[in-house]
């Protein structure tokens, strides 16, 4: 039975003419082996959004610090400069909460 199906011509793969002969590719087999490479590329090198979020994050942070350095004169008036920012910020955003806090416990009593 297996000689039957070997003797098939589904069953043997077809040899080339010659083997030493070059293989003329199409201008359409040329560019789909094109197409698949670019896929299967930007399959393996497909970055995480998330990660591109924090670094583009981080890279901007260290371009104010550096710009702040350069416009006050030495990276610690820059460093103090940022500290006093995020400290006014934290009292404006702290105020009203304590202020609600403060008429919370006063109407509580």
């Known amino acids: ?51 591109t979020l924090i670094g583009v994050l981080a890279v901007a942070a260290v371009a104010l610090f550096v710009y702040l350095a350069i416009q006050t004169g030495s990276a610690s008036n820059g460093g103090a400069l940022v500290d006093q920012k995020i400290a006014n910020a934290s009292e404006t955003v702290t105020a009203p909460v304590k202020n609600a806090e403060s008429r919370a416990g006063a109407a509580l009593e």
């Open 1 to 51: 039975m297996s000689s039957w199906f070997r003797s098939r011509p589904w069953a043997r793969p077809a040899a080339p003419a010659d083997p030493a002969a070059p293989v003329a590719a199409t201008k359409g087999d040329l560019d789909a082996a094109y197409r698949r490479g670019r896929q299967d590329e930007h399959r393996r090198r497909r970055g995480s959004p998330l990660l």
